[in-house]
């Protein structure tokens, strides 16, 4: 038997006997599905009132303050799939580091662009905020969307 196909069975295995690694997955597919376009839309939303407001520096700022926000939101749902078959509260104590770690980088990004003067620092902020706020709120609307229990009870038969 090849290694992949020995992992492929290892992971339908642990999908059956963790409910809450299943579920988990099925969340982190459904926040993506949701939240993805409307990151996009806000994205282009602010590259072209940064253009109006400032100019090609507000561009360029919004345009990188939002592919950052999109990447470590999508940084977000990657650790969600990576610790799903893990313990629940070890998920929640990745989640929490990674919220804070996220915010640390964004934070850091947003202080070390103010040396470059071909970018206008506060559009990268403003794209940052807006960009982290609507895929926020598409994950929770596909959080409350997805028919996921909230205490997933392995089977017992």
């Known amino acids: 038997m090849s290694e992949a196909t020995g992992?492929?069975?290892?992971?339908?295995?642990?999908?059956?006997?963790?409910p809450h690694g299943r579920a988990v997955r099925r969340l982190a597919d459904a926040m993506l599905r949701t939240a993805a376009?409307?990151?996009?839309?806000?994205?282009?939303?602010?590259?072209?009132?940064?253009?109006?407001?400032?100019?090609?520096?507000?561009?360029?700022?919004?345009?990188?303050?939002?592919?950052?926000a999109s990447a470590s939101s999508l940084l977000t749902l990657w650790l969600m799939r990576m610790t799903s078959d893990s313990h629940p509260m070890f998920v929640m104590v990745a989640a929490l580091g990674g919220y804070i770690g996220k915010m640390l980088v964004l934070f850091a990004v947003v202080t070390l662009l103010r040396v470059f003067t071909a970018v206008h620092v506060p559009a990268v902020a403003i794209a940052i905020l807006a960009t982290v706020l609507v895929w926020t709120f598409a994950e929770v609307r596909a959080f409350r969307r997805t028919r996921i229990?909230?205490?997933a009870l392995a089977n017992d038969s």
Request: net charge negative.
């Open 7 to 18: 992992a492929a069975e290892d992971a339908a295995r642990t999908a059956e006997v963790n």
């Open 37 to 68: 376009w409307p990151a996009v839309v806000t994205v282009l939303v602010s590259v072209v009132v940064a253009a109006f407001w400032v100019g090609a520096q507000g561009a360029l700022g919004a345009l990188i303050g939002g592919v950052i």
């Open 149 to 151: 229990p909230t205490i």
